[in-house]
T-cell receptor, first 112, second 114 residues
Framework: GQQLNQSPQSMFIQEGEDVSMNCTSSSIFNTWLWYKQDPGEGPVLLIALYKAGELTSNGRLTAQFGITRKDSFLNISASIPSDVGIYFCAGQLSSGNTPLVFGKGTRLSVIA | NAGVMQNPRHLVRRRGQEARLRCSPMKGHSHVYWYRQLPEEGLKFMVYLQKENIIDESGMPKERFSAEFPKEGPSILRIQQVVRGDSAAYFC????????????FGDGTRLSIL
């Protein structure tokens, strides 16, 4: 099946630092989404991207839909302790109501 | 995750028993998706349903697994004769109809098989 390659697998950063993670695919995706999952909970939608080249921000988070439609990145600026969690990229191969393909996640730890 | 309600949150079954997982979508959402997550892994799609219809079940094992989304009531994911390998977190997501509608997830059911 389709796979998304997400990197890095894990990150340890100091509070206040900026963070960058990315997702790549061998296939073209029509939609890219970024979710955050805390322990024992479901994924929470952070940012949704619908157009190639689109750059979208949500507070300290910024994500871009790669121009080739095969990649996306997520940046977190000035990290804080509550940023700790697992960040997942997800893509949809076609527009509309279709299943999501998930990456394996980036586990973020923030050292105060 | 307010909105998509899943229950139970935790379910323990012995091998050979049946597991029933329920999902009530967000108000106004008519599309429901089920995903499975193993430890240290991303979510894997299982099945996509609209009211009374299965749209895509390509990720769901052909045997022992079934899903429904009746006209009234929650969507149900049913696993018959559970085995140890069924132990996982099962998540439900829902979305509105139409293009570019993001999926919103519930907090999942953690299924443990003894």
């Amino acid at each position: 099946g389709q796979q998304l390659n997400q990197s890095p697998q894990s990150m340890f950063i100091q509070e206040g630092e900026d963070v960058s993670m990315n997702c790549t695919s061998s296939s073209i995706f029509n939609t890219w989404l970024w979710y955050k999952q805390d322990p024992g909970e479901g994924p929470v939608l952070l940012i949704a991207l619908y157009k190639a080249g689109e750059l979208t921000s949500n507070g300290r988070l910024t994500a871009q839909f790669g121009i080739t439609r095969k990649d996306s990145f997520l940046n977190i600026s000035a990290s804080i302790p509550s940023d700790v969690g697992i960040y997942f990229c997800a893509g949809q191969l076609s527009s509309g109501n279709t299943p999501l393909v998930f990456g394996k996640g980036t586990r973020l730890s923030v050292i105060a | 995750n307010a909105g998509v309600m899943q229950n139970p949150r935790h379910l323990v079954r012995r091998r050979g028993q049946e597991a029933r997982l329920r999902c009530s979508p967000m108000k106004g959402h008519s599309h429901v998706y089920w995903y499975r997550q193993l430890p240290e892994e991303g979510l894997k799609f299982m099945v996509y349903l609209q009211k009374e219809n299965i749209i895509d079940e390509s990720g769901m094992p052909k045997e022992r697994f079934s899903a429904e989304f009746p006209k009234e009531g929650p969507s149900i994911l049913r696993i018959q004769q559970v085995v140890r390998g069924d132990s996982a977190a099962y998540f439900c997501a829902s979305s509105l109809s139409g293009g570019y509608q993001p999926q919103h997830f519930g907090d999942g059911t953690r299924l443990s098989i003894l």
